[in-house]
C-alpha cells in the first residue's frame, strides 16, 4: 500500500550547495510511503481489495451504507439478514415496475411466522383476486358467501341457507315444491313414518298399518281396484246442503262419489240414524235392479171443472205420497164447502209428478157427494197420461161416464193410486 505524505510547513530558504544534505526543496515536496498497516492497528494488512475483503471478513462485498445498499450479483452465504418488510421488494427482472413487498402488520407482536413452501413450482393463492383451485384439497375450510359450481360429489353435513325449491336442479315436476312445505302441512312430501298430514289431492297404490285411516271429503278422482277394509269411518260431521258428492252425507256420515258394492248384507240395524238419504233430483237409472230414488212429502190436490175453479172453497185439502224409483203411491182428501160456478168435466190436479205417456193407472175412489144417484154409482179414476191429474169418472150401464159439476154439490172425496212417471 503507497501513501503520499505532505508537510504543512513549507520553507522559505533555497537549497544549500551540499547535495548530500536533506535541502529545503526537498522538504516541501510529496514523500510517498509504501507498506501495509496490519488489521490489529486499524489496517488491512493488504496491497488489494480483494485481500482486505478476505482480511476483514467481508467476503466478497464491501460495507456501504447500510440504509442503502444496492448489490448486483455475487452470493450471500451464512448471513443472517434482517430487514424491513417496507424497505424490502422484489422486482422482476425483466421489468422492474413489476414489484411486490410483503406486509408483516397482521401478525401479533412478539410473534414470529413461518412461511413454508412447498416441494412443486407452484403459484400463490390470495384473498382478493378470483383464482381456480385444481385437485386441492381443504380441511375444515370456512367458506363465506361461496358458489360452489356443479361439483361432480360431496357430502355435506350442516348446509344452511340453501332454497331448496329454486337451487336444486334435475328434480322431478313438483318435488323442490314439496321439499320447501312442513311433514305435516298440506303439499309435503310424505318421508318414512312421517305423517302425511292433509294433501289436497293424492293416488294411493299401497296403504297399509294398523292405525285408524280417517277419510274426510272427497278421496281423490281415481278408483281402486280392489281394498280390504275391515271398519271404514267417517269423522265428518257435516250436514249435506247440496247433491253434490263431497256434500251428500249426513252427520257422521261418508260422501261415496260414484258407487258404493256391497258383498253381502247392507245391516243398518246397529245404525242410530238407519236412514238412506237420494239427491233432491232423481239420477235416473235403466238398470231394473237399481233403486235410484226414494221421496216422501205433501202435496195440495186441487178440483176443476172444465179446467176452472171459480169460486171453489174447501174446508180441508190435503195429500200425501211416497216415490220409489218411478212409481208414486199417492192419497187425497179434500172437503168441498163450495163447488164454484165453474163448470165442465171433474178432474183433480196438483199430482206432485207429471206421469208417463202412454200409461192408465186406475185410482181407488171413494167420493160422497150430495147430488141424489151418484152416491149409489161406481165410481172410478184414473191418472191422465203425461199429466199430473186424475181424471173422475162413474159407472152406468157398463160403461163409464165423466163425472162433471153436476154430480157435485159440497162433497168430500177420498182417493188414494199409484202411477208412474
Known amino acids: 500500500m503507497a501513501l503520499t505524505v505532505s508537510h504543512p510547513f513549507v520553507s522559505a530558504k533555497p537549497d544549500g550547495g551540499d547535495a548530500s544534505l536533506i535541502q529545503p526543496s526537498n522538504w516541501n515536496d510529496n514523500h510517498s510511503v509504501t507498506g501495509t498497516v496490519d488489521v490489529a492497528n486499524g489496517g488491512t494488512a493488504a496491497n ?3 485481500d482486505a475483503r478476505t482480511n476483514l471478513g467481508l467476503g466478497t462485498i464491501s460495507t456501504q451504507n447500510s440504509n442503502n445498499v444496492s448489490i448486483t450479483g455475487g452470493t450471500i452465504a451464512g448471513v443472517a439478514i434482517t430487514s424491513l418488510d417496507s424497505s424490502t421488494t422484489f422486482q422482476d427482472n425483466a421489468d422492474p415496475t413489476k414489484q411486490m413487498q410483503f ?19 407452484t403459484t400463490l393463492v390470495g384473498t382478493d383476486a378470483t383464482q381456480t383451485l385444481t ?3 381443504l380441511t375444515s ?17 350442516n348446509c344452511t341457507g340453501l332454497p331448496i325449491n329454486t337451487g336444486v336442479s334435475g328434480l322431478g315436476t313438483g318435488i323442490a315444491t314439496a321439499l320447501a312445505v312442513n311433514t305435516g302441512s298440506a303439499g309435503a312430501p310424505v318421508l318414512f313414518d312421517g305423517a302425511l298430514g292433509t294433501p289436497s289431492s293424492g293416488t294411493v297404490t299401497n296403504l297399509t298399518g294398523t292405525a285408524s285411516i280417517n ?49 253381502t248384507l247392507l245391516d243398518l240395524s246397529t245404525s242410530t240414524s238407519g ?3 237420494f239427491p233432491a233430483t232423481q239420477n235416473a237409472s235403466a238398470d231394473a235392479n237399481t233403486l235410484d230414488d226414494y221421496e216422501e212429502g ?13 169460486g171453489i172453497t174447501y174446508t180441508s185439502q190435503s195429500g200425501r205420497y211416497v216415490k220409489i224409483g218411478r212409481q208414486v203411491f199417492f192419497s187425497a182428501y179434500v172437503v168441498m164447502s163450495s163447488k164454484g160456478s165453474s163448470t165442465g168435466a171433474a178432474l183433480i190436479t196438483g199430482l206432485p209428478f207429471t206421469s208417463e205417456a202412454n200409461q192408465l193407472n186406475s185410482v181407488n175412489i171413494r167420493i160422497n157427494v150430495v147430488t141424489s144417484g ?3 154409482t161406481m165410481l172410478q179414476g184414473f191418472v191422465t197420461n203425461s199429466a199430473s191429474t186424475i181424471n173422475l169418472s162413474k159407472l152406468s150401464t157398463g160403461s163409464a161416464i165423466q163425472l162433471t159439476d153436476a154430480d157435485f154439490s159440497t162433497s168430500s172425496i177420498v182417493c188414494s193410486g199409484f202411477y208412474n212417471i
Open 48 to 50: 488489494n481489495a480483494a
Open 103 to 121: 406486509q408483516l402488520s397482521g401478525i401479533s407482536g412478539g410473534t414470529t411466522r413461518t412461511l413454508t413452501v412447498p416441494d412443486a413450482s
Open 141 to 157: 375450510p370456512t367458506l363465506t358467501t361461496p358458489v360452489l359450481g356443479t361439483p361432480t360429489s360431496g357430502t355435506l353435513t
Open 298 to 310: 205433501n202435496w195440495t190436490p186441487v178440483m176443476t171443472f172444465g179446467g176452472g175453479s171459480t
Open 215 to 263: 277419510i274426510n271429503g272427497t278421496v281423490g278422482a281415481t278408483t281402486p281396484a280392489a281394498a280390504t277394509v275391515t271398519t271404514l269411518n267417517s269423522t265428518d260431521t257435516t250436514d249435506a246442503t247440496s247433491s253434490t258428492a263431497a256434500a251428500a252425507k249426513t252427520a257422521g256420515g261418508m260422501a261415496v262419489a260414484k258407487k258404493l258394492f256391497v258383498g
Open 374 to 376: 151418484v152416491g149409489d
Open 135 to 137: 385437485n386441492k384439497t
Open 275 to 277: 236412514q238412506i238419504k
